[in-house]
T-cell receptor
Framework: EPEVTQTPSHQVTQMGQEVILRCVPI?????FYWYRQILGQKVEFLVS????????KSEIFDDQFSVERPDGSNFTLKIRSTKLEDSAMYFC???????????FGSGTQLSVL | GEDVEQSLFLSVREGDSSVINCTYT??????LYWYKQEPGAGLQLLTY?????DMKQDQRLTVLLNKKDKHLSLRIADTQTGDSAIYFC???????????FGTGTRLLVSP
């Protein structure tokens, strides 16, 4: 069964460093998303991406965040200068028709020290 | 508002039915979803219901939607130990490409 894969599963970084979280969406999907879950809190929407551009983003997704689809298979989330409060589980997701049938990866646990 | 609320914890015995409840606030929601999260895994889509339906059944799962009260429930029949997980409800609002998730309900199934 096709699945969304995310790497790495765990990432530890120092405050102020840049991190890139990587995702390989399901191959025929056209819509891509990033969500995050701070420990003990809700899963929160960050950004949606379609046709090589951001289609919607949340208040959390400020100038420190960016997304890119550098080639036909990868979808990345970059955090330019990490803060302690960026520590969370980051989930990538993809779908072939808007949010209906959103498929999530198993997440990258980001720890900012 | 965007609050989607769930009770935090539910404990049942194997073989019993489980009912997980969710309340949402946005009446313009088009689809409502139930996701399952097992330890160390991502969010797995279990089922969804369109906002003009009031019930959907899928094998052991029954979703009930009360649009007037903005109340959604997930019933799992004959609950098994493998059903132990966190269950999230989520709503999709018209015109928005995002899901708003609830707080999650941790279901513990004991033998």
């Amino acid at each position: 069964e096709p699945e969304v894969t995310q790497t790495p599963s765990h990432q530890v970084t120092q405050m102020g460093q840049e991190v890139i979280l990587r995702c390989v969406p399901i191959s025929n999907h056209l819509y891509f998303y990033w969500y995050r879950q701070i420990l003990g809190q809700k899963v929160e929407f960050l950004v949606s991406f379609y046709n090589n551009e951001i289609s919607e983003k949340s208040e959390i997704f400020d100038d420190q965040f960016s997304v890119e689809r550098p080639d036909g298979s990868n979808f990345t989330l970059k955090i330019r200068s990490t803060k302690l409060e960026d520590s969370a589980m980051y989930f990538c997701a993809s779908s072939d028709a808007q949010v209906l049938g959103l498929f999530f990866g198993s997440g990258t646990q980001l720890s900012v020290l | 508002g965007e609050d989607v609320e769930q009770s935090l914890f539910l404990s049942v015995r194997e073989g019993d039915s489980s009912v997980i409840n969710c309340t949402y606030t946005d009446s313009s929601s088009t689809y409502l979803y139930w996701y399952k999260q097992e330890p160390g895994a991502g969010l797995q889509l279990l089922t969804y219901i369109f906002s003009n339906m009031d019930m959907k059944q899928d094998q052991r799962l029954t979703v009930l939607l009360n649009k007037k009260d903005k109340h959604l429930s997930l019933r799992i029949a004959d609950t098994q130990t493998g059903d132990s997980a966190i269950y999230f409800c989520a709503e999709e609002r018209t015109g928005f490409q995002k899901l708003v998730f609830g707080t999650g309900t941790r279901l513990l199934v004991s033998p």
